[in-house]
């Protein structure tokens, strides 16, 4: 017997139904059909069912740099990203954070992105900046995109963080649902910038 969340419509000759994370595992599937005259097929099929993501779960990267320990968490070394170029970690202090370290490297570029493989489900994603180069506002703007929709719109880090070598922080919840969390950057003045980026589930 098929398990009570799923169902089979003959007439659409399709399963449908919507399980719960406990329903989590593979069942074995056998589809009989007759003509009603003696004659029949049978077909066998496994159907899986995943976990999905359990929230909290978390992904951290450290844009342009090695893994850093944090007050957040641990932040692994920059990984998954397309384009764009590494910025070797400095000593600058940077202001508005007890977690220098995450700021003081970036990945940045004219176009650049990062493409995170994640289980489908809804996120808190957490971008991290911080510009130490520019110590005036309007020197570098940049767009940013998740998930094919722009979040930020001549985003200004400097005009953000009210100084150079200062820590800003912006939060977004989107919906993955092709395995694949899309993170896109493009400049419109100078290079476009990020400093470290978190990936939490909701």
Request: charged share 15%; glycine share 12%.
């Amino acid at each position: 017997a098929l398990p009570s969340w799923l169902s089979f419509s003959g007439a659409a000759r399709s399963f449908s139904g919507t399980p719960a994370a406990a329903d989590a595992g593979t069942l074995a599937v056998r589809v009989t059909a007759s003509d009603g005259k003696g004659g029949s097929a049978t077909d066998d099929f496994s159907l899986t069912v995943s976990g999905g993501t359990s929230s909290g779960e978390a992904y951290r990267y450290n844009a342009g740099g090695p893994q850093e320990t944090t007050s957040r968490g641990v932040f692994a070394a920059d990984a998954f990203a397309s384009g764009g170029s590494k910025k070797s970690p400095t000593t600058d202090a940077i202001a508005g954070t007890g977690d220098d370290a995450i700021y003081r490297s970036n990945r940045f570029g004219t176009a650049f992105s990062y493409n995170i493989p994640v289980k489908g489900g809804e996120y808190q994603v957490v971008l991290h900046f911080a510009d130490l180069y520019w110590t005036a506002a309007g020197k570098r703007v940049f767009d940013v995109s998740i998930e094919g929709s722009k979040v930020l719109s001549a985003y200004d880090i400097v005009a953000k963080a009210g100084a150079g070598k200062a820590a800003a922080v912006e939060s977004f919840t989107v919906n993955v649902t092709d395995g694949t969390l899309n993170i896109a950057f493009a400049r419109l003045v100078d290079n476009a910038l990020v400093s470290a980026i978190e990936v939490i589930s909701n």
